[in-house]
């Protein structure tokens, strides 16, 4: 009898493949589909990092890096933290990963010891929990809703810290909402995790992905801060799983071992494309396009809240919507598939990304043209008329 | 006070890297450093792999790919064991990850439940140990020497199985021996394990890097058998993280649920580039430089004999010599050491693959040119002298 280790049990699948396979198979159909569930920039990766990249390529001499990354693209990135936030980040504490997906594997595989817990968001990104029950931990839910902005406050950390708790891992803006902690909560909640002798790991991949400001990092509120960072979002280039981890000095020796042995390296055609990712040129381009994502939310919130979804906290980055349709279905994911079938619209429903409020939210992304978005808003307002 | 999980202190460093800085500052001295120590081809990515990297380049459409994969991969791999091997895999078996790396990673977060014992040999691909230990497995070493060619027997596996056992991962051809498991001894290893109802992961990484004939396949000895493999060294691609898992089929929505929450996808330029890896001029070329490999080693052998190591073993495939140094020294470290400062020739010593006979046995790699074999050889022989 085949048998997966227990921990099986506890990892989900993710929802929405099943609504988009059957997109697909609609699309292969011949129908329309306009999909609203993508958790990826629609941009092309940026010319000058393609450029770096087929330049890299010239010559075929694609061997592995050292297990931490290539040293000039970590001295590029304490460089960015230098010169975007103003803050010092030595090279020697970044570890470049195969996208935050990597980092967030170094992470949990550092510090989460077997029953440890861990708190997280629910609603948050679904892949946390999964992380530290990889690594036989014990994830634990902090319910999150409007009232916090669906970001943890000091009051929660402090209501399901035990003496099991070993830390927390949060990301900031979030993944469904798109909401922020501001420089004050990260403290607070540094400092709580702080005196209680815990870990505090902050997810920052949708960083420059805001659009209200910019968001603070984690780093600001003290070194001993695990900080996740990828180049998929800000920097357009998911399909090259690329991203990096900031640690603290203690801990620096231990993930090097552990990148040693289950990574070997990153990639290094993505490592040497990278390089040209804080170039001038890049930055620019990429600040249009947050422009362009910009006018995409500023448009998207208040269209959907006119055909009855609410937005109940000021989403004020990456490129969601977590929009509550309780008054429009108490199934959200039969209305997810409703939409796919009968409108032609793909979205994310809330048992995604946990259980508190999911049956009463759906997570809109925008990651397509704005005139796409209107004509998937406008068939929803048919369907529902 | 920061303290990792308690498996860090099970996590071993790779012990050459200290001896690869060290040649890294003599070579910024100005000395030539001869490389015997590296694990990876010396030749760069065959060029109509390049050529389908650039030409999936140019529009920058760089996307996530299914988590298990490209479709058109994963058919043309499974094409690959119909052609190669003449053996049914399906596509939907066949996962697509970072390395064979990835495919250890998956297959041990599936199989390896918390203090389940894992049989594996020693010497044996270091990181082996630190995949079983990472998902809170329990590492057991089966001690293998000349006598069973550095591979395990059926006797092994029934001395050391236990009711805490649930499986084992063995390589064949392996690192650092080279040694490989015949047909008949890997049927029969599958006989036993699936007698004890455990799983059985086979490394094939080195398949195709063979000198006196082909390595049979682990999957001709059942479809119960999870197989890793990768493009990093038959096909050369080392750098761009790509290898695969074949899962048997009871397994694969488990994986599958792992590869979405672990790692998204594999490195999608990595992908289309692979697809290239299995025509006809790829292949004539990676044959040729499958020849090459065996005239260094069919040079090498006899040479590191001729000055006192001894290679008890017929080492038949990937680009490693096990040698036994113990006519030399008996303290393999110290004289890697004395080798790389005295005669500028770097090695692997055998502490890096285990406990078992590590202190008087050295890795050498051939792969580097033959006049820099003969160099290192020299200079050795020099210093022995
Ligand atoms: C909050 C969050 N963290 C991490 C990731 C992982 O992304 P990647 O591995 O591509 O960097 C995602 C992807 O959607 C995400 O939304
Ligand atoms: C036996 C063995 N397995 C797995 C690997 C991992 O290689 P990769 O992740 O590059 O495929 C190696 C690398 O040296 C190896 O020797």
Redesign the interface.
């Known amino acids: 009898?085949?048998v997966?280790?227990?921990?099986?049990a506890d990892?989900?699948?993710?929802h929405v493949?099943e609504l988009l396979g059957r997109a697909r198979e609609l699309e292969a159909q011949g129908r329309d589909i306009i999909h609203m569930e993508v958790g990826?920039p629609d941009f092309?990766?940026?010319?000058p990092i393609?450029a770096a990249?087929?330049e890299f390529?010239q010559?075929?001499?694609?061997?592995?890096?050292p297990a931490l990354g290539l040293p000039e693209l970590r001295e590029a990135i304490s460089g960015f933290y230098r010169q975007r936030y103003g803050i010092a980040v030595p090279a020697s504490r970044i570890a470049i990963t195969?996208?935050a997906?990597g980092a967030l594997?170094l992470a949990l595989?550092?510090?989460?010891?077997?029953g440890?817990e861990w708190l997280l968001t629910d609603p948050g990104y679904?892949?946390n929990r999964?992380?530290v029950r990889?690594?036989?931990g014990v994830p634990v839910s902090i319910p999150v809703g409007a009232a916090s902005n669906f970001q943890p406050t000091r009051l929660d950390l402090e209501q399901h810290w035990n003496e099991r708790t070993a830390g927390a891992l949060f990301a900031s803006p979030a993944n469904p909402t798109g909401t922020m902690l501001d420089a004050a909560e990260l403290a607070d909640i540094a400092d709580f995790v702080r005196q209680r002798?815990g870990?505090l790991i902050i997810d920052e991949i949708y960083h420059g992905l805001t659009y209200n400001g910019d968001a603070p990092t984690a780093l600001a509120a003290g070194d001993?801060i695990f900080v996740v960072q990828s180049f998929s979002k800000y920097f357009q280039?998911?399909?090259?799983?690329l991203g990096w981890l900031v640690i603290?000095e203690?801990?620096v020796?231990?993930v090097?071992?552990?990148a040693?042995?289950?990574?070997?390296?990153?990639?290094?055609?993505?490592q040497h494309a990278a390089l040209a990712a804080f170039q001038p040129e890049t930055i620019a381009l990429l600040e249009q396009r947050r422009t362009e994502f910009k006018a995409r939310r500023d448009y998207l919130a208040p269209a959907l809240e006119a055909i009855g979804f609410r937005i109940t906290a000021q989403p004020e980055g990456a490129f969601y919507l977590y929009a509550d349709c309780s008054a429009l279905t108490d199934d959200s994911f039969g209305f997810a598939r409703r939409l796919l079938e009968e409108a032609g619209v793909a979205i994310t429903p809330g048992i995604d990304f946990g259980n508190h409020g999911a049956s009463s939210h759906v997570r809109f992304a925008y990651t397509n043209a704005q005139a796409r978005l209107a004509e998937g808003v406008e068939r929803i307002r048919q369907l529902l008329a």
Chains 1, 2 share one sequence.
């Not at 997966?4 to 099986?8: I, Q, T, V, W, Y």
């Not at 010559?59 to 890096?65: A, E, N, Q």
Request: with cysteine; proline share 14%; glycine share 4%.
């Open positions: 009898m085949p997966s280790a227990p921990r099986l990892i989900a699948p993710f493949m990826e092309p990766t940026p010319e393609l990249a087929r390529l010559d075929g001499r694609v061997f592995y890096t195969a996208g997906s594997t595989a550092c510090l989460a010891a077997p440890s679904p892949c999964h992380f990889a690594f036989e002798q870990q001993d280039m998911t399909g090259w799983r603290p203690p801990f020796r231990d090097e071992k552990l040693q042995n289950l990574f070997i390296s990153a990639s290094t055609p993505a």
